[in-house]
């Protein structure tokens, strides 16, 4: 009988899947571009026959994945270069949002080009929120992976830490970051954010001949994770996520609970990275529409909407046992839920 | 003879360990000579624009532009640098045109934009190493010159000369066959401290 109340929701759960792809791909293409890069002088050198053999593997292999696209690698590929933090693809420059801020708050200058090139991320992220902690960030993808080991761990009795802090001490990390980035006159933020620091140490480490200090600090985030808190970093401190989360705060594309599909298992509050609860329609400024919830749901109770802020409280599930037991008529009630 | 000279060594190992903290050399010094990549901001304008992405490397069809880790202070972390002994910048002017930040401002790969804005330092001769001044002719540094008879021109036993018009691009020093180099580019960013 109750099952016959659900309301068919859009089937948005495959999204998740298309974000792991996502997260793969941008990953994939971190280390891709430093590998073009290196291809790319090995070509301008003309210089094929001084490589050493793994140096001519490594040519010849580039070769066969560049030739289909480009006959002149050592010019066309420059089309295609940069990371998450500034990039540019085909002409097209695109920088972080936060690199911008601290730019301004570095040298106290507004160099148009470049707050241009932070505009499209800038309204994106005012639609869609923290999209970028969820889809695209290149650390994304190694934490949550940090995340899924922590859960694997359980099972040999080894319990992750799962400590709560203060969500709004990554604000505090952003204006910490932001003021000494103006005392010190250089942008320090670059420094402590993991998808800059990623695209860095992927470059340093194919194209620079080693990993540099970046990679440490980002050890360090992966193992905070690990032992105190679950996504810690980009929970309580990521100076990006924070200025993302300010950015998102009247999103406009969010993830709402079908309170009618609703059975209360509360798997959405299990599986969500960010210790948000959408069981209580509470997904607040940290939400990254990363749609593991929607993923998750069992009864298709997760779906996206298009407000400018979180549905109010809507009560306990319609199809779990509270609900029922509140109120016998169960559907019949619903529009005196509503109101 | 070689244990004595071993407990000496011992000795002022000792000594160096037991003198007061101060004697030792704790002073931080800068750890090269660099120069910035080419359309570079002064320095103090330059640390606060660069963003730190690594664009300018990426293009570098030459491989010349490196970065800092931390030894060279906490601000310059992961800013480019060029040590024109170990690889002369081309002039190829890409990294400028890649910057996103401003920090190396874009221009064009034209004799008179490069003439014009790049000033990465300026090259000069040490008369005493030089071959050529010395009365062995060699002259390679005047033909590494990407803008021969404008920025260096040779004398007699082609003796270098450079002038104002000089980039400091590093190619003469990097192809300077004398060691310890006899041309080396004296940084823009250095200020004093190098002679002229």
């Known amino acids: ?339 | 003879m070689r244990r004595r000279a071993f407990l000496e060594s011992l000795a002022v190992a000792a000594a160096a360990t037991l003198a007061p903290p101060r004697a030792l050399p704790l002073a931080r010094q800068r750890v090269q000579r660099y120069l910035r990549p080419p359309g570079a901001l002064a320095e103090a304008e330059f640390a606060a624009a660069c963003i730190r992405c690594g664009q300018c490397g990426e293009i570098c069809p030459n491989r010349c532009i490196r970065y800092f880790g931390l030894e060279n202070g906490f601000a310059a972390r992961d800013t480019p640098y060029i040590v024109p002994r170990e690889k002369g910048c081309i002039l190829c002017m890409k990294c400028t045109q890649a910057c996103p930040s401003g920090a190396l401002r874009p221009l064009a790969h034209t004799a008179e934009a490069i003439l014009a804005n790049v000033r990465m330092g300026r090259a000069v001769v040490d008369r005493r190493l030089c071959l050529s001044w010395q009365g062995k002719s060699c002259g390679v540094c005047y033909r590494a010159c990407p803008l021969q008879d404008v920025a260096i021109r040779v004398g007699m036993m082609e003796q270098p000369h450079v002038n104002d018009h000089c980039v400091g691009c590093g190619l003469c020093e990097r192809s300077c066959i004398q060691m310890p180099q006899a041309i080396r580019v004296i940084p823009e960013s250095s200020g004093a401290g190098w002679p002229r």
């Not at chain 1, 094929?48 to 480009?70: A, I, K, N, V």
């Not at chain 1, 290149?138 to 995340?147: D, F, G, H, V």
């Open chain 1, 1 to 339: 009988m109750t099952m016959n109340t659900r309301i068919p929701a859009p089937r948005w759960r495959h999204l998740n899947l298309l974000r792991w792809v996502t997260l793969t791909t941008v990953f994939a293409t971190l280390l891709l571009l430093p590998a073009l890069h290196l291809y790319q002088t090995y070509v301008a050198a003309h210089a094929y026959d001084l490589l050493s053999p793994g140096e001519q593997r490594f040519y010849t292999f580039m070769e066969t994945l560049t030739s289909p696209f480009t006959s002149d690698p050592a010019r066309d590929l420059d089309a295609l270069k940069g990371t998450t933090w500034s990039a540019n693809i085909f002409g097209l420059k695109l920088s972080d949002p936060l690199a911008a801020l601290s730019q301004v708050a570095a040298g106290q200058t507004l160099y148009l080009p470049f707050l241009l090139s932070a505009l499209i991320p800038l309204v994106l992220t005012l639609i869609l929120g923290r999209f970028f902690c969820g889809w695209i960030c290149p650390a994304t993808l190694l934490y949550e992976l940090n995340s899924n080991f922590g859960l694997w761990l359980r099972r040999f009795g080894i319990h992750s830490g799962n400590r709560r802090f203060d969500r709004r001490l990554k604000y505090a990390v952003l204006a910490a970051g932001l003021l000494l980035s103006a005392a010190a006159g250089a942008v320090l933020t670059a420094g402590i954010y993991p998808p800059a620091i990623l695209g860095r140490e992927a470059y340093y480490a194919i194209a620079q001949g080693g990993l540099g200090a970046g990679s440490v600090f980002f050890a360090a985030t992966l193992l905070f994770d690990l032992l105190v808190a679950r996504r810690g970093f980009c929970r309580y401190l990521c100076p990006g996520g924070a200025l993302y989360a300010l950015l998102g705060r009247f999103r406009l594309v969010r993830v709402r609970r079908v309170v009618e599909n609703c059975n209360d298992c509360a798997k959405c509050n299990a599986v969500c990275e960010f210790g948000l609860d959408p069981l209580h329609d509470r997904f607040g400024q940290d939400c990254t529409n990363c749609t593991a919830c929607i993923a998750v749901c069992p009864t298709d109770a997760m779906t996206f909407t298009l407000r400018l802020a979180d549905v109010p409280p809507q009560g306990p599930g319609h199809l779990g046992h509270r609900y029922r037991k509140a109120r016998p008529g169960g559907a019949a009630s619903r529009s005196q839920e509503a109101a």
